[in-house]
C-alpha cells in the first residue's frame, strides 16, 4: 500500500518535471528539471526493486549527462533574443497536434486503466534478487544471456562518437 | 549463484565481425597514413565489402540461433545481407570519385557506411527485438551523421538535422512498443512472443494493440510510408547524393528486413487482424508518393518521392504474407535496389560540385550529347515505371499477384492504378531527355572507372533480372521461408 502510495506521488512528480522541461522558455531552468525528471525516475526503479539501476541513473544521468547538457548550453551563450525564440506561425500545427496528442494520452491512458497487469512473471522475484543481489544479477545478465546486444552497444556508442567528432571538427576539410 | 557462460557461436556472426573491425581498421589508416593512403580507402571498403559478401554467401542454406537466440542466421536474412552488401558495394562505388569532389573523401565517411551496413545486417538477423533495435540505431546514427556529412553546405546540415530530430522521436515510438511488448509477453525474442501469442489472446489484451500500433509508427517512419514519409524530400535533397542513394535503398530495405520478421514471425495473428490498417497505409503512400512526386521540379525531390511509393508496393508485401508475400518483399527489394542505385549513378555522373544539375529540366538534350548515359537513366525510369522487360515489372507483378492470392484484389488494383500514375513522372524525364533542347552546355561529366562499373552492374542487374528472373526466384522462394 505504501508502496503504490509512492509510486503515485512520484510517478506524478515525473510527468509534471518532464511537462516542465518541455515548456520552459529558458534552457537552463529545462536542464534543471531534467535532472529532476532523471532523479524521480530513479526513485521508481527503487520503487521496482532495481536499486543497481536506480544508482546508476543518477550517476549518469542526472549527474555525468545533464552536468555536460548544462556545460553546453553555457558555452552555447544564448542571448535573450534566442531564449525568447520566434513566435511560431504554425497555425494549423499546433490545434491538430493537441488533439492528436490528446487522444494518443487518452488512448493509451484507457489501455492502462482497462487492463489488468498481469505480465509474465519471470524467475527473478524480490525475494531471490535479494538473495543474490542486484548488482550481481545485472552481471550475470549481462554477460551471459545478452552479451550479444551488450557487446553491440560499444558499437553503436563508437559510431556515436564518430559522429560527434566530425559534425562538431572546426576546421572544414581543405583540400 | 552458479554462472553458465553460454557457447560464443563467432562462426554466426563472422560478416559481422568483419565488417566491423574493417571499418574500425580503415579509421585508423585514415589517421596514420592520411597523405599517402587517403585515396585508398574506398578501394579497400569495396574490398571489404566483398569479402563480407562471400562469407555471407558460406552461410546461405544453413538455421543457427546463435548468443541465446539474440541473432538468427537463416536464408531470410543471409539474403538481405546480401541485398545490403550489394546495395552498398554500389554506394562506394559512387562515392569514390563524389567524395573527392565535394571535398568529403574522410575516412569516417566509409566508416560510417559500413558501420550503418553492419546495423542493417543485425535487423535483418536479429531475432530478438533488442537486436533489431540496437541495429536500427547503429544504422541511423551512422545515417544522421552521413546526411551532414559536407559540413559546409546548408541544406546539408539541414537535412542531418532534420533527419536526427524526427529519427530520435520515430525511435521513441519503436522503443516504447517494444517495452509493451516485453511488459505483455515477458519476452523480447521474437519465437517467445510467438509462441506465448499463440497460447493467449492477443487481441483482447489491449497492451498487445497498443505495442503493434507504436511499432507500426517505429517501423512506418524509417520505411517512409505515408503518413510518416515528411523527413524523406528535404532529408534526401540536403544530404550528399551519394548518401542520398545509400538512404533511399539499404535502410530501407534493412526496415523492411525487420518489420516483415516483427510482423510475420512474431504477432502473426495481430498482424493479420491489423492488416486494415497496413492496407492503409499501403495504399495512402503509393497514392501520396506518386501524386506528389508529379510536382517535382528537383530529381532528388522526385526520387525521393518516387521511393515513398515503392514503399507503398513493399508494404502490400507484407500485407499479402502466406508462401509469396515475403519472397516477393525480398525479390521486389533486390530488384529495387539496383534500379533505383542506377537513377542516382545517373544523377551523380551529371552533377558538379556546388551546382549538382539536379533539376529535371537540365537533363533537356542530355539524349543527343551523351547517348549512352542517356539510354541507361531510360532503363532505369522504365524500370522503375515497372515496363517490362526490366525488373521493375517482375518485381511488381509478382507483389501484385502475392496479394491477389491472398484476396487483396482492392489493393492490388490501387498498386496498378498507381503504377499508371508513376508512368507520367518517370517519361516525363525520358521526354525531357530526348525531346527538349539543350537550355545550356552540359558540364563535364564526373566520370571515374568505379561509377562506371557502377553504373554497368546496375544496368546489368536491370535488365538481367527482368529477362531471366527464374534462378533468383527459385533463390528467394528458397529464402523467404521465417522460421
Known amino acids: ?175 | 549463484m552458479e554462472i553458465v557462460i553460454p557457447p560464443f557461436d563467432l562462426k554466426s556472426i563472422s560478416p559481422i565481425i568483419i565488417i566491423t573491425v574493417f571499418a574500425i581498421i580503415i579509421l585508423a589508416i585514415d589517421v596514420f597514413f592520411k597523405k599517402t593512403l587517403r585515396d585508398a580507402l574506398g578501394y579497400f571498403a569495396i574490398l571489404v565489402v566483398a569479402v563480407t559478401g562471400m562469407v555471407v554467401g558460406t552461410q546461405l542454406g544453413e538455421t543457427v540461433y546463435s548468443f541465446s537466440n539474440m541473432f538468427v542466421v537463416d536464408n531470410f536474412s543471409v539474403f538481405f545481407s546480401l541485398i545490403f552488401l550489394v546495395s552498398t558495394g554500389i554506394v562506394i562505388l559512387l562515392s569514390i570519385r563524389y567524395t573527392k569532389q565535394e571535398g568529403i573523401n574522410n575516412g569516417e565517411y566509409y566508416t560510417l557506411i559500413l558501420f550503418a551496413t553492419m546495423g542493417m545486417m543485425l535487423m535483418a538477423g536479429g531475432a530478438d527485438l533488442l537486436t533489431i533495435f540496437l541495429g536500427l540505431e547503429i544504422m541511423s546514427i551512422s545515417l544522421y551523421v552521413l546526411a551532414g556529412f559536407r559540413r559546409d553546405c546548408v541544406r546539408s546540415n539541414e537535412a542531418s538535422l532534420k533527419y536526427f530530430l524526427l529519427g530520435a522521436f520515430a525511435t521513441c515510438f519503436l522503443l516504447y512498443g517494444i517495452a509493451m511488448l516485453y511488459g505483455a509477453t515477458g519476452t523480447t525474442n521474437i519465437k517467445e512472443i510467438a509462441s506465448f501469442l499463440a497460447n493467449n489472446p492477443s487481441l483482447s489484451n489491449p497492451m498487445i494493440v497498443t505495442a503493434t500500433s507504436l511499432l507500426v509508427i517505429g517501423f512506418g517512419f524509417k520505411v517512409a510510408c505515408v503518413p510518416f514519409h515528411k523527413w524523406t524530400p528535404d532529408v534526401y535533397e540536403g544530404a550528399p547524393t551519394a548518401i542520398t542513394a545509400f538512404m533511399s535503398v539499404g535502410p530501407k530495405v534493412a526496415a523492411f528486413a525487420a518489420f516483415a520478421r516483427v510482423f510475420l514471425v512474431a504477432l502473426p495473428d495481430v498482424g493479420q487482424k491489423w492488416s486494415v490498417i497496413l492496407w492503409v497505409l499501403a495504399a495512402l503512400t503509393m497514392t501520396v508518393g506518386n501524386l506528389v512526386a508529379i510536382a517535382q521540379t528537383n530529381i532528388k525531390r522526385m526520387l525521393a518521392y518516387s521511393s515513398i511509393a515503392h514503399a507503398g508496393y513493399a508494404l502490400m508485401a507484407i500485407i499479402a504474407g502466406g508462401d509469396f508475400g515475403p519472397a516477393s518483399l525480398i525479390f521486389y527489394m533486390l530488384a529495387y535496389t539496383f534500379m533505383n542505385l542506377g537513377a542516382f549513378a545517373v544523377v551523380i555522373i551529371l552533377g558538379r560540385k556546388g551546382e549538382e544539375n539536379a533539376n529535371i529540366e537540365d537533363y533537356s538534350g542530355l539524349g543527343y550529347k551523351h547517348p549512352i548515359l542517356a539510354v541507361s537513366m531510360c532503363i532505369f525510369m522504365f524500370s522503375l515505371a515497372g515496363i517490362p522487360p526490366f525488373v521493375g515489372f517482375i518485381g511488381k507483378f509478382y507483389i501484385f499477384s502475392a496479394a491477389i492470392k491472398n484476396g487483396f484484389i482492392i489493393l492490388a488494383i490501387i498498386g496498378v492504378v498507381n503504377c499508371v500514375i508513376a508512368v507520367f513522372y518517370y517519361l516525363r524525364v525520358t521526354v525531357v531527355m530526348y525531346m527538349k533542347k539543350p537550355v545550356r552546355e552540359f558540364a563535364p561529366l564526373s566520370l571515374s572507372p568505379f561509377i562506371i562499373i557502377a553504373l554497368i552492374i546496375t544496368v546489368w542487374g536491370t535488365i538481367h533480372l527482368g529477362i531471366f528472373p527464374g534462378k533468383i526466384i527459385a533463390l528467394v522462394q528458397n529464402s523467404s521461408l521465417l522460421y
Open chain 1, 1 to 175: 500500500m505504501l508502496e503504490s502510495l509512492l509510486f503515485l506521488i512520484m510517478g506524478s512528480i515525473t510527468i509534471a518535471c518532464a511537462l516542465c522541461v518541455v515548456f520552459q522558455k529558458n534552457p537552463i531552468y529545462s536542464a534543471i528539471f531534467l535532472i529532476q525528471t532523471m532523479v524521480s525516475l530513479a526513485v521508481l526503479y527503487v520503487l521496482l526493486h532495481a536499486q543497481f539501476i536506480a544508482a546508476i541513473q543518477v550517476m549518469i544521468y542526472a549527474g555525468a549527462i545533464m552536468v555536460l547538457f548544462i556545460f553546453v548550453i553555457m558555452l552555447l551563450n544564448l542571448s535573450k533574443a534566442d531564449e525568447e525564440g520566434e513566435r511560431d506561425n504554425l497555425f494549423f500545427q499546433k490545434p491538430s497536434a493537441i488533439i492528436l496528442g490528446f487522444i494518443l494520452v487518452v488512448m493509451i491512458g484507457t489501455v492502462t486503466l482497462k487492463t489488468v497487469f498481469q505480465g509474465v512473471k519471470g524467475e527473478y522475484t524480490p525475494e531471490t534478487i535479494s538473495q543474490i543481489g542486484n548488482t550481481q544479477l545485472v552481471g550475470k545478465m549481462l554477460f551471459t544471456k545478452y552479451v550479444f546486444p551488450f557487446e553491440i552497444a560499444s558499437i553503436l556508442l563508437f559510431a556515436a562518437i564518430i559522429g560527434a567528432i566530425i559534425l562538431a571538427k572546426k576546421r572544414i576539410i581543405e583540400d
